[in-house]
């Protein structure tokens, strides 16, 4: 069983910056963020496959170019650099890890990842 535990949400205005972590209890090759706004379904966001040779990132279209995900393989620990913010982007985050192979380039659906955090709140005003 592997424990996740985020941090670093908060409220932010328009146009700026939050960077959330999750630290993991052991080390898992998949992991992935993941936000769910009122009323809506839980959505991938950014996902990374770490491995001894570096690590491969996976993004939604929507926070392209605005959020990158990385690594602390040392910490077992993975963070979310958000930039130019934007309403829109305001919801709970989640982490989400898993230890097999996730095949179908699945890395941003909800049923691929076994092991979720309890979330961290953004809130991003206009």
């Known amino acids: 069983q592997v424990q996740l535990e985020e941090s670093g949400g908060g409220s932010v205005q328009a146009g700026g910056s939050l960077r959330l972590s999750c630290a993991a209890s052991?080390?898992?090759?998949?992991m992935a963020w993941f936000r769910q706004a009122p009323g809506k379904e839980r959505e991938g966001v950014a996902a990374i496959y770490t491995r001894a040779t570096g690590y491969a990132t996976y993004y939604a279209d929507s926070v392209k170019d605005r959020f990158t995900i990385s690594p602390d393989n040392a910490k077992n620990t993975v963070y979310l650099q958000m930039n130019a913010m934007k309403p829109e982007d305001t919801a709970m985050y989640y982490c989400?890890?898993?230890?097999?192979?996730?095949?179908?380039?699945?890395?941003?659906?909800?049923?691929?990842?076994?092991?979720w955090g309890q979330g961290t709140q953004v809130t991003v005003s206009s």
């Open positions: 052991a080390y898992t090759n998949y």
């Open positions: 989400a890890a898993d230890d097999k192979v996730i095949a179908g380039g699945r890395f941003l659906a909800v049923i691929s990842y076994k092991y």
